[in-house]
């Protein structure tokens, strides 16, 4: 059983940063991606960021520039430092892992104020 768990949402004014956690326990591989996804009200949820074990990243283009998602591999913990805070970054960010199967977090609320 694999189990995420989230923190580090919250509320910040536009152009501020914050930086979320998720820690991955259980029955994991070395090699599974963990990446960051968000649900705004009223949308698709969207990938945000993505990286596997080597480092490698992938981001959708309306973070770039702005976020960045690393990993820390002995502490299975994958984190999206949000910086340049715009008011439609609002949403709920999942922490998801998969590698032979897909796992999500429960999410944390990110609002960014205008």
């Known amino acids: 059983q694999v189990q995420l768990v989230e923190s580090g949402g919250g509320v910040v004014q536009a152009g501020g940063s914050l930086r979320l956690s998720c820690a991955v326990s259980?029955?994991?591989?070395?090699?599974?991606?963990m990446d960051w996804y968000r649900q705004a009200p009223g949308k698709q949820r969207e990938l945000v960021a993505a990286?596997?074990?080597?480092?490698?990243?992938n981001y959708a283009d309306s973070v770039k520039g702005r976020f960045t998602i690393s990993r820390d591999n002995a502490k299975n913990t994958v984190y999206l430092q949000m910086s340049s805070l715009k008011a439609e970054d609002t949403a709920v960010y999942y922490c998801?892992?998969?590698?032979?199967?897909?796992?999500w977090g429960q999410g944390t609320q990110v609002t960014v104020s205008s």
């Open positions: 259980g029955s994991i591989s070395r090699f599974g991606i």
């Open positions: 990286i596997n074990r080597g480092g490698s990243t």
């Open positions: 998801h892992y998969s590698y032979t199967s897909s796992h």
